[in-house]
């Protein structure tokens, strides 16, 4: 058998790299939530979600608007969220991210963060609902601290993204 010159490995190994990078970081930030953190409610901030925003909103031509679909079965399947949930909510953030591309024309980080605390707190208000956590001010008091952890560690999810993006486009 021919054995491959090493640029030529890379250049088979290169398609790979770019696809799996982004995809497995989701699933990998989707998994951390599952490792022992011990509070009376929920602190950690929804990671894999937060991963697939930052991805979207910096690369939006890596991912067809149906990757909601898998990325969101896993989520559910660690987080202990009720199966199909993550599945439904991020697919509609992905059409929701898509009809906004569309509509705005320029878009700088105070925007984009904006945006995405907005896909955040939607997504963790109707996760509670489809919990069924409570009445609707039992909710809003125990999603905020996740709510606020999410928010401020956006630019860190954002930045995480971004030196992914870097490292899987370099040879």
């Given at each position: 058998?021919?054995r491959?010159?090493p640029?030529?490995?890379t250049?088979?190994?290169?398609p790979v790299?770019?696809?799996?990078?982004?995809t497995?970081?989701?699933?990998?930030?989707s998994?951390l939530?599952?490792?022992?953190?011990d509070?009376?409610f929920?602190?950690?901030?929804?990671?894999g979600?937060?991963m697939?925003i930052?991805?979207?909103m910096l690369r939006?031509d890596i991912?067809?608007i149906?990757?909601?679909i898998p990325?969101?079965?896993?989520?559910?399947?660690?987080?202990?969220?009720?199966v199909?949930?993550?599945?439904?909510?991020?697919t509609v953030?992905m059409?929701?991210?898509?009809?906004?591309?569309r509509?705005?024309?320029?878009?700088?980080?105070?925007?984009?963060?904006?945006l995405a605390?907005?896909?955040?707190?939607?997504?963790?208000?109707?996760?509670?609902?489809?919990?069924?956590?409570?009445?609707m001010?039992?909710?809003?008091?125990?999603?905020?601290p996740?709510?606020?952890?999410?928010a401020?560690?956006?630019?860190?999810?954002?930045?995480v993204?971004?030196?992914?993006?870097?490292?899987r486009?370099r040879l």
């Amino acid at each position: 058998m021919a054995r491959l010159l090493p640029a030529e490995e890379t250049l088979i190994a290169l398609p790979v790299k770019m696809r799996l990078v982004p995809t497995l970081s989701v699933l990998v930030a989707s998994a951390l939530v599952t490792l022992p953190f011990d509070a009376a409610f929920p602190m950690l901030p929804p990671l894999g979600f937060m991963m697939l925003i930052s991805w979207r909103m910096l690369r939006a031509d890596i991912w067809p608007i149906w990757i909601g679909i898998p990325l969101g079965l896993f989520d559910d399947l660690v987080s202990g969220q009720p199966v199909g949930s993550a599945v439904a909510l991020w697919t509609v953030a992905m059409l929701a991210m898509e009809a906004i591309d569309r509509r705005i024309v320029w878009r700088d980080f105070g925007i984009d963060w904006l945006l995405a605390a907005t896909a955040l707190f939607v997504y963790l208000l109707a996760g509670a609902l489809l919990a069924r956590a409570g009445d609707m001010m039992q909710i809003l008091q125990l999603i905020f601290p996740q709510l606020a952890w999410s928010a401020m560690l956006l630019p860190p999810a954002m930045r995480v993204a971004a030196m992914l993006d870097g490292w899987r486009r370099r040879l």
